[in-house]
């Protein structure tokens, strides 16, 4: 190697370097909003919520309130109620398979975030792939918690607050509320997070060796797909 290629090729690896690293914190910051969000998707009773319905009377009063995982909030006097045990994390009867698969979604993200420590100790395409693999999980169970949310639409919680014409995938007197559409954003959130995961993963491969870095060897290595040099 030439002293002018060798150069060339120490200049690229140093710049190589400080994008890889860029890219690794930003998606680190990314992944521990992800784990916020997910908090607030499992914890919210805004995943569904009464239309504004005008009262013409003639009937009893449509209720007006919100319902998620966890509790029913209805507002009665200009008072909102919450009814259900989000302190002791126990969902309502029919949505308990949605929320327990929110649940594995929730400790996938932050096992993940956890993982974040063994980038001291760890080889760093390894932890990438880990948490890859976790994320791509997380994505997986909230999708699917997505799924059965609407299917499970059919039960005594929501005809109360929605009306008789509650059925399967149809919320009768309500609509989806911002709850449920943070949780669709968070399927792709992790399907993204999981994809730049692993292209980071198998970027490591192409940077400097450690050895380098120290001064501990003198000589150059530049690392192509087809030689090393």
Same mark, same amino acid.
């Given at each position: 190697?030439?002293?002018?290629?060798?150069?060339?090729?120490?200049?690229?690896?140093? !710049?190589?370097?400080?994008?890889?690293?860029?890219?690794?914190?930003?998606?680190?910051?990314?992944?521990?909003?992800?784990?916020?969000?997910?908090?607030?998707?499992?914890?919210?009773?805004?995943?569904?919520?009464?239309?504004?319905?005008?009262?013409?009377?003639?009937?009893?009063?449509?209720?007006?309130?919100?319902?998620?995982?966890?509790?029913?909030?209805?507002?009665?006097?200009?008072?909102?109620?919450?009814?259900?045990?989000?302190?002791?994390?126990?969902?309502?009867?029919?949505?308990?398979?949605?929320?327990?698969?929110?649940?594995?979604?929730?400790?996938?993200?932050?096992?993940?975030?956890?993982?974040?420590?063994?980038?001291?100790?760890?080889?760093?395409?390894?932890?990438?792939?880990?948490?890859?693999?976790?994320?791509?999980?997380?994505?997986?169970?909230?999708?699917?918690?997505?799924?059965?949310?609407?299917?499970?639409?059919?039960?005594?919680?929501?005809?109360?607050?929605?009306? !008789?014409?509650?059925?399967?995938?149809?919320?009768?007197?309500?609509?989806?509320?911002?709850?449920?559409?943070?949780?669709?954003?968070?399927?792709?959130?992790?399907?993204?997070?999981?994809?730049?995961?692993?292209?980071?993963?198998?970027?490591?491969?192409?940077?400097?060796? !450690?050895?380098?870095?120290?001064?501990?060897?003198?000589?150059?290595?530049?690392?192509?797909?087809?030689?090393?040099?």
């Amino acid at each position: 190697m030439t002293p002018h290629t060798a150069e060339v090729a120490r200049l690229y690896q140093t !710049e190589f370097i400080r994008s890889a690293r860029a890219v690794g914190v930003l998606w680190a910051v990314c992944t521990l909003c992800f784990a916020v969000i997910e908090v607030v998707i499992l914890i919210q009773p805004s995943w569904v919520g009464t239309r504004e319905v005008h009262y013409q009377g003639g009937g009893p009063v449509p209720k007006t309130g919100t319902l998620g995982l966890f509790e029913v909030c209805v507002l009665f006097k200009k008072v909102l109620k919450c009814r259900g045990s989000l302190s002791t994390l126990t969902p309502l009867p029919a949505f308990q398979s949605p929320a327990v698969l929110v649940c594995m979604s929730l400790t996938m993200v932050w096992s993940s975030v956890g993982c974040l420590s063994l980038f001291r100790f760890c080889n760093a395409a390894t932890v990438y792939k880990i948490c890859a693999w976790l994320q791509l999980t997380a994505g997986f169970c909230l999708a699917l918690a997505c799924v059965l949310f609407p299917d499970s639409w059919d039960c005594a919680d929501m005809r109360d607050l929605c009306g !008789e014409g509650v059925t399967s995938f149809s919320s009768g007197n309500c609509s989806v509320h911002w709850a449920f559409v943070l949780a669709l954003l968070g399927v792709l959130d992790a399907a993204i997070l999981a994809t730049l995961a692993f292209v980071l993963g198998n970027r490591q491969d192409a940077l400097l060796p !450690e050895d380098t870095k120290d001064g501990e060897n003198s000589t150059i290595y530049y690392r192509h797909p087809h030689c090393l040099v």
